[in-house]
């Protein structure tokens, strides 16, 4: 069966770090986009970071930039986020997407572009 699986959430303390993987099983990760995405309790879900099938293009929500990197070696069908100074307002379900569709700029975290493939999500919980 196809389907993405994230890794790598935990607790962590503020200013901490965690790299969260997205690993595709049963496809190839070549000619897809991947977003990550995030949903707090009583939140709507937000994008946190884009990268293109060639891992040339990124973005990431302002609330991450300089905190965040998101990056893939596809033929380990592997996207990775490293998350550093990690802050009180980062905690949240993580969720990786993928899609064969390149979202037109300034459009890379609308969720509906991403159809193909969602993982079951990842916690990650920052707490002293």
């Known amino acids: 069966q196809s389907r993405l699986v994230e890794s790598g959430g935990g607790l962590v303390q503020p200013g901490g770090s965690l790299r969260l993987s997205c690993e595709a099983s049963?496809?190839?990760?070549?000619?897809?986009?991947v977003a990550w995405f995030r949903q707090a309790p009583g939140r709507a879900r937000e994008g946190v970071s884009y990268i293109s099938n060639t891992g040339q293009t990124t973005n990431y929500a302002e609330s991450v930039k300089r905190r965040f990197t998101i990056s893939r070696d596809n033929a380990k069908r592997t996207v990775w986020l490293q998350m550093n100074n990690l802050k009180p307002e980062d905690p949240a379900v993580y969720y990786c997407?993928?899609?064969?569709?390149?979202?037109?700029?300034?459009?890379?975290?609308?969720?509906?572009?991403?159809?193909?493939?969602w993982g079951q999500g990842t916690q990650v919980t920052v707490a002293s």
């Open positions: 997407a993928a899609d064969t569709v390149f979202p037109e700029t300034g459009y890379w975290d609308t969720e509906e572009l991403y159809g193909d493939y």
């Open positions: 049963g496809f190839s990760l070549d000619i897809y986009t």
